[in-house]
């Protein structure tokens, strides 16, 4: 059997469960549809088995498990416009926090840079790489020098949301977390970030993590209550 029957095969089976879950996704029994995905895991794309799981949490109104798993699938390089619009939505509620809707312009850096795709960065960067080259051969960038310090320039973007998506460890609260002053439960509590939020955390003890964003509500939350991604 040839490598183009397997993936035919491959393809076919991942239309087979797509199809099965889609029948049960439209009766709005979405516990056996995320049943058939689940089940089908090693028939789909990464991308396409944690999109499809973070649609049908979102359906089934559970904020948490929906922005886990649709940021799973961005990280996969899923690219489908619904994927976009189904994180917007989760984003776009008041109780929801993200570092994007934050008034401190640090944390909306942060936030945006986490949502830009690897690829898109990397194109653009080549992208404005090759049109350096081009102006250089033509003679309009006369200096060698010049074209090195442009083409440094121009791979900043790209180095630091590297940096970023590298240097901070970023979770998706699952469901309601309650912040407080210390790694313990003895101590006050700040308040309460909602499911569906993005947060990022710094220093780990004993099971707590401390949360750094969202900063008006920096503390201490339990382990438990966050997924990273």
Do not use: C
Not at 117 to 143: H, N, Y
Not at 217 to 224: D, F, M, P
């Amino acid at each position: 059997m040839s490598a183009y029957d397997n993936n035919n095969m491959a393809n076919s089976k991942a239309d087979e469960i797509l199809k099965e879950a889609q029948q049960f996704y439209v009766n709005k029994d979405y516990d056996s549809a995320l049943s058939v995905i689940r089940k089908g895991k090693g028939n789909l794309s990464p991308g396409l088995f944690h999109y499809n799981l973070g649609s049908i949490y979102l359906k089934k109104g559970e904020l948490g498990p929906a922005r886990l798993h649709l940021e799973k699938a961005k990280l996969s390089d899923f690219n489908y416009p619904m994927l976009w619009k189904n994180l917007k939505y989760i984003k776009s509620q008041s109780q929801v926090f993200d570092p994007t809707k934050s008034k401190d312009i640090q944390e909306v850096f942060v936030g945006k840079a986490l949502d830009l795709p690897d690829s898109m960065v990397l194109i653009a960067t080549l992208m404005v790489i090759v049109v350096l080259l081009g102006l250089f051969r033509k003679g309009i960038v006369l200096s060698k020098k010049y074209l090195l310090v442009a083409i440094v320039l121009s791979a900043l973007p790209l180095g630091s949301i590297f940096f970023i998506k590298k240097g901070y460890n970023y979770a998706v609260a699952l469901k309601p977390v309650r912040v407080y002053e210390g790694p313990s439960k003895i101590y006050p509590d700040f308040g309460e970030i909602a499911p569906g939020s993005r947060v990022v955390v710094g220093r780990f003890h004993d099971n707590w993590y401390y949360v750094l964003s969202p900063s008006d509500l920096s503390g201490w939350v339990e382990k438990v209550n966050l997924a990273f991604y």
